[in-house]
């Protein structure tokens, strides 16, 4: 079965959905005109709608034409990143500093090409929920669903999300059992010295000085305090101080990331940190405030759900596209907070273009809208039956 004949047949409308989105970017929680527009859409297409779940959320909730049955959630994240574009694609972001550089623009509109469909054919028992969700971009956007009560109001017996991937083969579907994605913690350490005269460096305490050891001694963390066999990443990707030439700054600030596939590697590295920290600051006779946030969390793919996304991917793609054989990712997605309270699966869709995504020059393919779309529509209709 290839794409959907229906979706197929709006295949134009769902590319000039996703050009509007991408040409009008709105970052975390300030998605108010793509929360408008998928709103405005889901009524039009009989769906009952619900706004402002996690601030700029919409819920959709959509009842099948064959009677009481489970309920699955359909899941797409809508915002962009706070970053330039320079794709040069005649549909390019007029908001400057803005950008679907993520292809978030792609996973809105292949929902609601999926809720357009099921609208229309509502050959399936039970029901769907739509959720549409704002600042996945390290913001919390599922939390915040959560904290407004998603699964409260809207209960699902399974759940499932995608998201594009340009640098696999076009049309190619991978989903990872168990364990698939990083969990992530970015941190903030502030150094507090004492400035002085960049001549006279005697009468500081300087926090370069400080920041440059302790940068070194972060890096010895994951070689040395954590199992080989256990994956873990550190980096340190910002460090800020100072304003002068001639002056030794009273402050400084390392930020980073963390990422990590178990939750006990991240204790330990979380320990550490504080560790250093402590030692440090003992050792210069300074203030040292490390500020450790868990942002996502490991993402755990359902073995079982994960074999039926498949099964239902290859109907779309056929057998030769779909695979669960996906090396684990150190990239890390908040829908993973989402599988933590129900049971689902997250695939990566490849598409033509080679230029990764967070890259500003990334380009989504459109060609991916109706297959997306069309596989969202098919795990209903297949997890779904009477």
């Known amino acids: 079965m290839p794409v959907l004949d229906k979706i197929a047949r709006y295949a134009e409308e ?6 509007d989105f991408h040409a009008n970017p709105e970052i975390g929680f300030e998605e108010v005109r793509t929360s408008g527009i998928v709103a405005d859409l889901l009524e039009k297409w009989g769906i009952e709608v619900h706004r402002g779940i996690g601030k700029t959320g919409v819920v959709g909730v959509l009842k099948g034409a064959k009677g009481p049955g489970k309920t699955i959630g359909l899941r797409a994240d809508m915002d962009a990143l706070p970053m330039d574009e320079q794709s040069n694609v005649a549909y390019s972001s007029k908001s400057p500093g803005k950008f679907h550089g993520c292809g978030h623009d792609g996973h809105t509109t292949m929902l609601l090409g999926a809720a357009r469909y099921l609208s229309e054919t509502k050959d399936f028992s039970g029901q769907v929920v739509f959720i549409f969700q704002p600042a996945e971009e390290g913001l919390g956007g599922a939390r915040a669903m959560l904290a ?14 995608m998201h594009n991937n340009p640098m696999a083969k076009p049309n190619l579907v991978e989903v990872r059992p168990g364990v698939a994605m990083a969990g992530a913690t970015f941190f903030d350490i502030e150094i507090i010295g004492q400035g002085s005269h960049g001549a006279m460096p005697q009468y500081s305490k300087d926090p370069i000085v400080i920041t440059t050891a302790l940068v070194q001694a972060l890096q010895s963390i994951v070689s040395r305090n954590v199992d080989p066999v256990h994956s873990a990443v550190l980096s340190v990707t910002q460090i800020h101080s100072g304003t002068a030439y001639n002056v030794v700054p009273e402050k400084a600030v390392i930020s980073g990331t963390i990422r990590y596939f178990d939750d006990d590697v991240r204790d330990l ?3 550490r940190i ?3 920290c402590a030692g440090f600051e003992t050792s210069y006779r300074v ?4 500020d450790l946030r868990p942002i996502f969390s490991v993402l755990r793919n359902d073995v079982e759900l994960t074999k039926a996304y498949l099964e239902a991917a290859a109907e779309i793609v056929g057998g030769d596209l779909s695979t669960d054989e996906k090396e684990l990712v150190t990239g890390s997605e908040d829908f993973a907070d989402m599988l933590n309270v129900v049971p689902g699966a997250y695939c990566n869709i490849g598409h033509s273009g080679g230029v990764p995504v967070h890259n500003p020059g990334f380009v989504l393919d459109d060609a991916i809208l109706p297959v997306g779309a069309s596989i969202y529509a098919r795990i209903v209709e297949k997890r779904l039956v009477a």
């Open 148 to 161: 407004d009560g998603l699964f409260e109001k809207f209960p699902c017996d399974e759940i499932y999300g």
């Open 14 to 19: 769902l590319t000039a959905l996703r050009q």
């Open 287 to 290: 203030t040292i405030k490390p």
């Open 274 to 276: 504080e560790d250093l």
């Open 269 to 271: 590295i979380h320990e």
